[in-house]
């Protein structure tokens, strides 16, 4: 059962442009979601986090729209740069149960000149 | 500070063979992660350690997966028998606070690369 559905699968972006992954969720316990950033043989790195009592978080060049109503979420990354090419995943956390980081499915983003 | 370190980085073993892998935490970190990353998936977690205690293992199939946490430190993770299908990376990460919250930043290794031919 996926919990957390993401697109793109890739994703390739001019340098400078806006890079832009989209996940949805279905489970309405989820109350807080973060991003991870992946690159080759590393772990994945928390990124940016939202929780959904906010409907926008910037830090830097990345920035987190959240809509509850919709049950959606997304990454924005401007100005995009070569260093940015990387596997994004998005994730979500639920407080009810045992918390635990359900993942999607991964974005692999291509930075090209 | 140095991070989370496993070992080995890649494996190769054929089917009904038995592998292990090792961990070493970020020191003073309390809570510890064993994740399955299986190719083009988001990481899965297989079962998550509070010092040396044993928080989750909903997710580990315990027929063939085993993982310990000697004295709240390394843990090291167990196949036996390996099938095709655990052909994975395995990561292992940490988090510091005592709570074991999964909010709480968790910081990963860089994988065990398993192929099981």
């Known amino acids: 059962q996926q919990q957390v559905k993401q697109s793109p699968q890739s994703l390739i972006v001019q340098k400078g442009g806006i890079s832009i992954i989209n996940c949805a969720y279905e489970n309405t316990a989820f109350d807080y979601f973060p991003w991870y950033q992946q690159f080759p043989g590393k772990g994945p790195a928390l990124l940016i986090a939202?929780?959904?009592?906010?409907s926008e978080k910037k830090e830097g060049r990345f920035t987190i729209s959240f809509n509850k109503s919709a049950k959606q979420f997304s990454l924005h990354i401007m100005d995009s740069q070569p260093g940015d090419s990387a596997t994004y995943f998005c994730?979500?956390?639920?407080?009810?149960?045992?918390?635990?980081?359900?993942f999607g499915t991964g974005t692999r983003l291509t930075i090209i000149p | 500070e140095a991070g989370v370190a496993q070992s080995p980085r890649y494996k190769i073993i054929e089917k009904r063979q038995s592998v292990a892998f090792w961990c070493n935490p970020i020191?003073?970190?309390?809570?510890l992660y064993w994740y399955q990353q299986i190719l083009g998936q988001g990481p899965k977690l297989l079962i998550q350690?509070?010092?040396?205690?044993?928080?989750?293992d909903s997710q580990l199939p315990k027929d063939r997966f085993s993982a310990e946490r000697l004295k709240g430190v390394d843990s090291t993770l167990k196949i036996q028998p390996a099938k095709l299908e655990d052909s994975a990376v395995y990561l292992c990460?940490?988090?510091?606070?005592?709570?074991?919250?999964?909010?709480?930043?968790?910081?990963f290794g860089p994988g065990t690369r398993l192929t099981v031919t």
């Open positions: 350690f509070q010092n040396n205690g044993v928080v989750d």
């Open positions: 994730a979500a956390i639920s407080s009810f149960g045992n918390e635990k980081l359900t």
């Open positions: 020191s003073g970190h309390a809570t």
């Open positions: 939202i929780r959904p009592d906010v």
């Open positions: 990460a940490s988090s510091l606070e005592e709570s074991g919250r999964a909010r709480d930043e968790q910081y």
